[in-house]
């Protein structure tokens, strides 16, 4: 991996990070939500721009949400499921 995949990975890092923290402690704590509506709703597209361009980046490289493997005659009698997160096709 390159570093500017290094970089791109911290951004959407944060973007995670902010809407795992922000978001639920918004819904939570109300008097939060209504301190500064402006600057939340900018950093909420903001994080949605984020996502939406690493959702366009991994489609183009062949890299989309494909995280399940098809069951093949081996995974069907058993109870075991295969997930191939990060690997390729």
């Known amino acids: 991996?390159?570093?500017?995949?290094?970089?791109?990975?911290g951004v959407v890092s944060v973007?995670?990070?902010?809407?795992?923290?922000?978001?639920?402690g918004r819904a939570t704590?109300?008097?939060l939500q209504n301190s500064?509506?402006?600057?939340?709703?900018?950093l909420d597209y903001t994080a949605?721009?984020?996502?939406?361009?690493?959702s366009i980046v991994h489609a183009h490289q062949g890299?989309?949400?494909r995280c399940w493997a098809p069951p093949n005659s081996h995974?069907?009698?058993s109870l075991h499921v295969?997930?191939?997160?990060g690997k390729g096709r």
């Open 36 to 42: 500064l509506p402006s600057t939340w709703l900018l």
């Open 15 to 24: 973007a995670v990070l902010y809407n795992l923290i922000f978001v639920i």
């Open 48 to 54: 949605d721009f984020v996502y939406l361009c690493d």
């Open 82 to 85: 295969h997930f191939q997160i």
């Open 1 to 9: 991996m390159s570093v500017n995949s290094f970089q791109w990975l």
């Open 29 to 31: 704590f109300w008097e």
């Open 75 to 77: 995974t069907s009698n």
């Open 63 to 65: 890299k989309g949400s």
